[in-house]
Structure formats: C-alpha cells, structure tokens
C-alpha cells in the first residue's frame, strides 16, 4: 500500500517517528513534519540519516501521494486544509500502523 507512494507523516513527535521508520522501510518515500516543533536535534538528524526528510515548517501537500495525521491534529493546520484542497488523501496514524502491522 505505501511502496514507492510519496508520504508525509505529520506530528513525529506522538509516535509519528517510529511510523515514519517502518513507512521507510516498504519502499516509500517519507517526509516527517515536525507540526508542534518538539523534536529535538538528535532526533531529527537521525531521521535525516536514514532518509527521512523532516521540516519543522508545513509543505505543499500536492507534493505527497498521501499524508498521515492524528486525530487531534487541528484541522486547520495548513497541509490538512491543503489536502482537503488538493484532494490529497489523509488517514490517521492509527489506520497508518494498522496498514504496516497487515503487511
């Protein structure tokens, strides 16, 4: 389902990082939007190191095959009223890891 799909997973800090990870490891190609701005470097770097690019600032969701959000995320948040837009989809990080825990 996420093979080679252009993904951004947005919150890293509510266990968006380690979906992130396992979404890398099919085959996507993952972008982790830090929304609250709470990952610390080390984390970050991290990530970068194994392929995962981050941004502590909201991108273009046209630019993502689909994005995964948490159910508290504020719908106004701009990627999400982006992808309403652009009609990109978006599923939460509980669909997200029970995709992976399938596969």
Known sequence: MFRNK???????????????RKLKK???YVTGIDVYKT???EE??????EGIRTS???????????LIAP???D???PMLSDAMKEKVPVIS?????GELMKG
Do not use: C, N
């Not at 252009?6 to 992130?20: C, K, P, Y």
């Not at 970050?44 to 190191?49: G, I, K, Q, S, V």
């Not at 990080?93 to 890891?97: G, L, N, R, S, T």
């Open 6 to 20: 252009r993904i951004a997973v947005l919150d890293l800090t509510h266990g968006g990082s380690v979906i992130a």
């Open 26 to 28: 099919t085959g996507a």
């Open 39 to 41: 990952l610390v470097l």
């Open 44 to 49: 970050r770097e991290a990530l970068e190191h």
């Open 56 to 66: 502590s600032t909201p991108l273009q969701a046209s630019g993502f095959d689909v």
């Open 71 to 73: 159910v508290h995320l």
């Open 75 to 77: 719908p106004h948040y």
């Open 93 to 97: 990080h509980h669909a997200a890891v």
